[in-house]
């Protein structure tokens, strides 16, 4: 580790940490000085950070820390295209999809998107005939994107019905299967190597399916999306429906990509299009706002301070909000398959904790199950609450004033708790959270909010000096699955029983 890396984390070791109660009373600017509204075309979000136990020592000492890591370099590295996994020796251009970074990334994007675009609409005019009904089949980062931009966006009304299928469990196709007819279906097979042993199987069923059910050609209704689009021809996709997207976009940042197109197919293109805008709006920020004035940054700072300073080994989001029901699980992905490592980018171990668990839920329902333990367990978590201030429904006000009150309520009892007589009823306080406020989730909003936390986890990447873009973790048990179907090699008793009593072993 650098000396100035080295020497800015002993300095944060060092630091005095006062209560919330004692850095609001200190401060009465406070809340304003740690509240940052994020303008988009039309809406804007604020992220609330003052309830967190960032002070300006902390604040300054972990700018230091970033100056030290490089951040800034990092960053340039990251928007214009630079290999900035060097495990796998790529770029990670997620945002040239959004219109940030290198000349040629942007300009290849926009032609597949072009491409995109004119299939979406073809669809959408019937020109593929009539199409009600579309199963998205791909898993990860091929079915976490979509899968929470179109329940979050959609549900009043998707201009085509789709059904994200990830998990091999027949039980996930058998009920997008039962929910479809198969007369007006088009399949969408997703997946960025297109290997996945999963979403191929799924695949095959999905075309079995349409064959038995008297579809002529079934071939005729898959769209692949893909960085392989070779393999997609072997395996008898169309070339006129496949739809590439570039290496250099992780799986899991890969929403913006072609892996976008059910949210396309469902919203129409221009939905789509202003979700880009609105993650390139965020990107503008990030690229543009130095220090602890950058949000993504400043997230990444508290984020740090109580991972590695406070010892907390989970954090939790909860959206007070029914759209967005799904976030918790996909932030699960971006965050713990990016930054759960234990090597620094050089390989080295990393000797200091890395991401949380990150887990949460929906509120109000979250309350009712698992607020318990944030308020009195002996677990230190932060917590992000996400609310929009307009209201996604139609019903009378009280829904939205009794939503709103319950979640910023919920953020003002972790910090202040109470004291009583009986300690079964103690609240201690002093509980960290932020609020992140939309003032409407739209497609814009949306994007800035997922773009956001792209960078939320990138910023943390830089400050433990970890490589976000790799995913060795998860090729070990793929590996030993694989062998298990081969059935050449035996395993340990445990492992082997289980094969023996499920009646699987070879
Ligand atoms: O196994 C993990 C993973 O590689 C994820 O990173 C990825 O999002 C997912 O599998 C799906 O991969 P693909 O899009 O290649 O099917």
Redesign the pocket.
């Known amino acids: 580790m650098d000396d100035s890396v080295k020497s800015a984390w002993e300095g944060l070791r060092g630091l005095p940490k006062p209560t919330l109660k004692d850095l609001f009373a200190a401060d009465p600017e406070r809340a304003g000085k740690l509240s940052t509204s994020v303008a988009l075309a039309e809406d804007a979000i604020l992220f609330d950070w003052s309830k967190t136990h960032l002070d300006d020592a902390h604040l300054e000492t972990f700018t230091a820390l970033a100056d030290a890591a490089g951040f800034a370099r990092h960053r340039q590295a990251l928007l214009t295209g630079e290999i900035v996994n060097p495990t796998e020796n790529r770029a990670a251009e997620h945002t040239a999809q959004r219109g940030i970074g290198k000349e040629e990334s942007v300009a290849q994007a926009q032609a597949f998107h072009a491409r995109m675009a004119s299939l979406v609409e073809a669809i959408h005019k019937g020109v593929l005939g009539d199409v009600r009904h579309l199963i998205h089949v ?5 079915a976490l994107g979509p899968a929470l931009a179109i329940d979050a966006l959609a549900r009043d009304g998707a201009m085509v019905d789709v059904h994200v299928v990830s998990n091999i469990d027949g039980c996930a196709m058998e009920q997008a299967m039962e929910a479809c007819d198969p007369a007006t279906t088009m399949l969408a097979v ?4 297109f290997t ?1 042993i999963e ?1 191929m199987t799924n695949a095959q069923s999905a075309l079995d399916w349409l064959k038995s059910s008297g579809v002529d050609d079934p071939f005729g209704r898959v769209v692949a999306l893909t960085a392989s689009p070779d393999k997609a021809l072997e395996w008898g996709v169309d070339e006129t429906r496949i739809l590439p997207f570039s290496e250099s976009v992780g ?2 940042y890969s929403l913006w990509s072609s892996i976008g197109f059910p949210v396309a197919i469902a919203l129409g293109w221009p939905g789509f299009a202003e979700m880009l805008e609105g993650a390139g709006a965020m990107d503008r920020h990030f690229a543009e706002t130095d220090g602890a004035d950058n949000v993504a940054l400043r997230a990444a700072f508290a984020d740090q301070y109580y991972t590695r300073l406070r010892g907390c080994q989970t954090r939790a989001v909860f959206a007070y909000d029914e759209r967005l029901a799904m976030l918790p699980s996909y932030l699960q992905q971006l965050e713990m ?1 990016s930054n759960g490592k234990s090597v620094t980018a050089d390989g080295a171990p990393v000797g200091a904790p890395t991401a949380p668990i990150t887990w949460g839920g929906v509120g109000t329902d979250a309350q009712h199950a698992v607020f318990q333990l944030l308020h009195q367990g002996t677990n230190l978590v932060p917590v992000d609450f996400i609310a929009a201030i307009e209201p996604g429904h139609e019903l009378g006000e009280a829904h939205h004033r009794i939503l709103l009150s319950n979640c910023f309520a919920q953020g003002a009892a972790l910090m202040a708790g109470q004291s009583d007589d009986d300690p079964a009823r103690v609240y201690p306080g002093d509980r960290p959270s932020a609020t992140i406020l939309l003032d409407a989730l739209t497609p814009a909003t949306f994007g800035a909010l997922v773009a956001f936390h792209e960078h939320r986890t990138f910023a943390n990447a830089v400050l433990m000096g970890i490589n976000p873009f790799d ?1 060795f973790g ?1 090729e070990l048990g793929k590996q030993i699955a694989n062998q298990i179907e081969a059935g050449d090699v035996r395993f340990d008793s445990s492992t082997e029983a289980l094969l023996a009593k499920a009646g699987i072993s070879k």
């Open positions: 791909g898993i990860g980062g091929s997703a997946s960025k190597t996945t979403t799986g899991r398959e995913q998860v």
